[in-house]
């Protein structure tokens, strides 16, 4: 009876021992392949290399995280190896997230190829310049920018430089062909009412105090020769030389002489 | 166990106290780009360098050497130096440093990077290469002048073509008029 309930105890033991065994086996097994899987899948950053991010265009987006939009940005991205193998910087990305859901792209930008080797002990500054369209313009958006690089060995590293939400501004600043041509139209505008303000002004001063002279014509009835009409130098002419009295046969006379 | 809860607490403190006062070294982030749109033979090419001091700490004796990739046969410098020497550069501070070159061949060319040398803190030298604004067209003066020149010549000789039809019968109303201002004066 003892010796029975000994194996059957054993036997449970075992039953339940391999039961467990075959339940931990299958869970560290699927553990360790999700940790190889999440190892394959988020490439980390180097500890030998260190990075650097600036800002050239706009300078002040360093600080205040704002952009022009329709303008663009330009940037630097610092490498130094601080490792004893070589670095091979192979290429940085650029995208536009959205803020509130960085796994969400709004905008990814043409990756900027470097393939620059950076040797031990060695720094390299890589530049990149991407181009915020006007539409973004008051939007905010979350900018990241990662550096792909690997090691003599062939390791492959991705590092994070700049992963923020930055703010798209409208660009104020310099000549807008939309304002400008605005402002010419505003122009025209207003000579357009002075013309119409002069027109108008002249036509009442012209009732009000001009009004005795009448504008009628009235053929050549009228003995008065109107001097308006008359070409000035022809006045002149006229008033040097005093009609010479006499017969018309006298004056044609004198001419020939 | 006192002691070994000591060792860790300070191992802790001296790495939390390294870690925020751990001010990063000078660092030292250059850009070299063209400032002209155009690089054209005999044709004054302007090429900026751009130093930034990324780091918390000045950066000191800065030198930048970009001898090596403007060679005097292809290049005549104008105006500036291919090797400049800053004493100290601020923390979260720029320099710009610009020289203005004349190339004197066609063809495609290789802006490589220049080298930059800094110091940090405790006389420990940095060698960088700033940005590589990479390989560059240079026009030959004749096809430049062919898209932007002002075309004299051209109007010249336009105004030579234009001149026999133009100048001959202005000539001629000249002479009749003047015949007519005389008879005028005669007149009078």
Do not use: C, F
């Given at each position: 009876m003892k010796l029975s309930t000994v194996f059957l105890l054993a036997a449970l033991g075992f039953c339940a021992v391999y039961a467990a065994d075959v339940v931990d086996g299958e869970v560290t097994e699927d553990s360790t392949r999700a940790t190889t899987e999440d190892d394959d899948l988020t490439i980390g950053a180097s500890p030998d290399a260190a990075l650097a991010f600036q800002f050239v265009?706009?300078?002040d987006a360093n600080t205040i995280n704002e952009v022009y939009g329709g303008s663009p940005v330009k940037f630097l991205i610092g490498f130094q190896n601080r490792g004893e193998k070589d670095f091979i910087v192979k290429f940085s990305e650029t995208s536009y997230r959205y803020p509130l859901d960085f796994?969400?792209?709004?905008q990814n930008f043409t990756r900027g190829e470097y393939n620059r080797r950076v040797a031990p002990k060695e720094e390299v500054t890589l530049d990149y310049a991407f181009f915020t369209h006007e539409?973004?313009?008051g939007r905010s958006l979350g900018l990241v920018v990662n550096v792909h690089y690997e090691d003599a060995d062939g390791k492959y590293f991705i590092n994070n430089v700049y992963n923020q939400t930055i703010t798209v501004v409208e660009d104020d600043s310099g000549f807008n062909g939309e304002t400008g041509f605005m402002f010419l139209i505003f122009v025209a505008l207003g000579i357009g009412a002075l013309y119409v303000a002069n027109q108008f002004l002249s036509k009442l001063s012209r009732k009000s105090g001009?009004?005795?002279?009448?504008?009628v014509e009235q053929g050549?009835?009228?003995?008065?020769?109107?001097?308006?009409?008359?070409p000035r130098d022809i006045i002149k002419n006229s008033e040097k030389k005093s009609p010479i009295a006499g017969s018309p046969k006298a004056r044609k006379a004198k001419k020939t002489d | 166990m006192n002691a070994v809860l000591v060792a860790i607490f300070l191992i802790v403190g001296i790495y939390a106290a390294d870690v925020g006062t751990q001010t990063r070294d000078a660092f030292i982030l250059a850009h070299k780009s063209p400032l002209s749109l155009y690089a054209v033979e005999n044709m004054d090419l302007v090429i900026e360098y751009g130093l930034y001091n990324v780091g918390d700490k000045p950066a000191t004796k800065v030198t930048i050497d970009d001898r090596h990739s403007f060679p005097t046969q292809s290049f005549d410098?104008?105006?500036?130096?291919?090797h400049v020497n800053f004493e100290k550069i601020a923390p979260g501070t720029n320099v710009t440093h610009s020289v203005v070159l004349r190339p004197r061949a066609y063809g495609m060319f290789n802006y490589t990077s220049a080298q930059v040398t800094y110091y940090t803190g405790n006389d420990n030298l940095h060698v960088s290469y700033s940005s590589a604004p990479g390989e560059g067209y240079i026009y030959r003066q004749r096809e430049y002048d062919r898209k932007f020149a002002p075309k004299y010549t051209f109007f010249l000789t336009f105004l030579a073509l234009v001149a026999p039809t133009t100048i001959g019968s202005y000539l001629l109303f000249q002479k009749s008029k003047s015949r007519f201002d005389a008879y005028a004066k005669k007149k009078n």
């Open positions: 265009q706009p300078a796994n969400y792209y709004l539409s973004l313009a001009l009004q005795k002279r009448s504008t050549t009835s009228g003995n008065e020769v109107d001097y308006e009409w008359i | 410098i104008i105006k500036g130096l291919l």
